[in-house]
């Protein structure tokens, strides 16, 4: 089953491991030979510092009253830790349909960062919520299809991020603070292809990278991307090319990659029906690795399913000054009245059959006027605003956002069961999944029309919507 086979690869990945920074063999080791399954990489080994005997007496003597105390007075003066995420994903084509989803990732309290690889984007046409800062790097119009890095982050002071020059439209590469914490990401997508193009490329990305690395050692840097490689220890599939290149510049650069180290939950990052594979990283050096917490392969697509790539989580342990939290989400009502035809038609016919020649009171006539409006022309609907009372996308109603758990929830049925019943789970899926994109497709239609409609009267909005394209603010709505 999916589930045993899941264990079992679990358990091979945990059979392979670094030895030691410098050494001349080979990076990868087995753990099927117990006396090389006690090499292990001395940067990843964690250990705590003894008690002090004496110490602990002394504190003991007066109850610990004094440790208390101090505790107490230094309160405001230490830097506490706060959890951060970082998500990371193949998007396999960004539209705005997709960033819908995307974007409400970052309404979860703690993720800052989402990191999208292949957004195959060649023209800047993805509009971001108010809110929401993006940083990426598009191909070039005459390359091959496919490519194209993107960086989507909350748009607080606790996060503050530039981007730094790349020669390849492969790398991108940002740097700045998280909260206290100074880190340097780095996102890369490597060629699938086997031609030649395609391998001049890859080198010549790899190369770059390792350039990147050099040149600025004391960075703690996180590299997340689809390298298109296979490792030959992570999956079922025989290293290929791109997993050499990255096997060799774990080695020289004394690299971590979490993929394997048990901070990792979830081995497959790229699934499509039966098959499966691991071609999405994330590396490390010394500096990063002591700050990441944990790290979840989601698998199960219990999060994000838009994507045949799984969806990867980065728990980092920053520390911070205070205790200010992100995001404290809430939610804005909106009513309006809706003026198309049908809704006005069935309102007035409303009216007509309870209209009778007995009705001789204004109270009773208005009554039936506010029922049929509630009824045919009121709508309310819900939008979520994060702590600065900026909200998602305009077109995200409340029946779009059901719509989307319930495509997940069917998607979870079918990938968790066998035979007919998957079968038809997946139908069902597949019903919602459509259901959904017709839904986002009508609101984002319905949306871009009332704004063509302000734009035609001019004024104001016109040179608000131009200052938009341009980007030089969001939309408010």
């Given at each position: 089953s999916n589930k045993e086979r899941s264990k079992k690869d679990e358990h091979s990945k945990k059979e392979y491991?670094?030895?030691?920074?410098?050494?001349?063999?080979?990076?990868?080791?087995?753990?099927?030979?117990?006396?090389?399954?006690?090499?292990?990489?001395n940067e990843r080994t964690r250990t705590k510092p003894k008690n002090d005997k004496n110490k602990n007496d002394n504190d003991n003597s007066n109850g610990g009253r004094d440790n208390v105390d101090n505790r107490n007075n230094n309160n405001d003066k230490r830097k506490i830790k706060e959890k951060v995420e970082i998500k990371a994903i193949n998007i396999q084509g960004m539209s705005n349909m997709k960033l819908t989803e995307v974007e409400d990732m970052l309404n979860n309290e703690n993720t800052n960062i989402i990191c999208l690889t292949e957004t195959q984007l060649k023209v800047d046409r993805i509009n971001v919520s108010r809110g929401v800062k993006k940083i990426d790097s598009m191909r070039?119009?005459?390359?091959?299809?496919?490519?194209?890095?993107?960086?989507?982050?909350?748009?607080?002071?606790d996060v503050k991020l530039e981007k730094r020059e790349s020669n390849s439209k492969d790398i991108l590469e940002v740097f700045g603070k998280i909260k206290s914490t100074v880190l340097r990401v780095i996102i890369i997508y490597m060629d699938c292809g086997n031609n030649q193009e395609a391998k001049v490329r890859n080198r010549r990305i790899a190369e770059e990278l390792e350039n990147k690395l050099e040149s600025r050692r004391e960075e703690p840097t996180i590299i997340v991307g689809d390298f298109n490689a296979h490792l030959g220890y992570l999956g079922y599939q025989e290293e290929n090319e791109n997993g050499k290149r990255i096997n060799e510049l774990i080695?020289?650069?004394?690299?971590?990659?979490?993929?394997?180290?048990?901070?990792?939950?979830?081995?497959?990052?790229?699934?499509?029906?039966?098959?499966?594979?691991?071609?999405d990283f994330v590396l490390t050096n010394e500096n990063a690795c002591n700050i990441i917490k944990k790290m979840h392969i989601d698998e199960?697509?219990?999060?994000?399913?838009?994507?045949?790539?799984?969806?990867?989580?980065?728990?980092?342990?920053?520390?911070?000054?205070?205790?200010?939290?992100?995001?404290?989400?809430?939610?804005?009502?909106?009513?309006?009245?809706?003026?198309?035809?049908?809704?006005?038609?069935?309102?007035?016919?409303?009216?007509?059959?309870?209209?009778?020649d007995q009705i001789n009171n204004i109270e009773k006539f208005n009554k039936i006027l506010k029922e049929a409006s509630d009824k045919h022309l009121k709508k309310t609907y819900k939008r979520r605003i994060n702590k600065e009372n900026k909200i998602e996308q305009p077109w995200i109603t409340e029946e779009i956002r059901q719509g989307i758990k319930k495509?997940?929830?069917?998607?979870?049925?079918?990938?968790?069961?066998?035979?007919?019943?998957?079968?038809?789970?997946f139908e069902q899926y597949l019903e919602q999944k459509f259901k959904v994109q017709r839904d986002i497709k009508e609101e984002i239609t319905k949306h871009e029309k009332k704004k063509t409609e302000e734009v035609k009267k001019g004024g104001k909005k016109l040179f608000d919507y131009i200052r938009i394209l341009k980007g030089e603010r969001t939309s408010k709505e």
């Open positions: 491991m670094y030895m030691k920074k410098g050494t001349n063999d080979k990076s990868i080791v087995s753990t099927k030979n117990k006396d090389r399954n006690k090499i292990i990489n070039e119009e005459k390359d091959k299809k496919g490519g194209g890095l993107m960086i989507l982050y909350k748009e607080t002071d080695n020289r650069q004394g690299l971590t990659l979490i993929n394997i180290d048990e901070k990792c939950s979830g081995v497959y990052t790229w699934q499509r029906g039966e098959q499966k594979s691991v071609i199960e697509k219990e999060e994000c399913d838009i994507s045949d790539h799984n969806l990867i989580t980065i728990t980092l342990d920053v520390k911070y000054d205070n205790g200010k939290k992100f995001n404290n989400k809430k939610w804005k009502e909106i009513t309006y009245i809706k003026d198309d035809a049908d809704s006005i038609i069935k309102y007035i016919n409303e009216i007509e059959n309870k209209i009778t495509r997940k929830e069917w998607n979870r049925k079918q990938r968790n069961t066998v035979g007919e019943e998957r079968e038809r789970f």
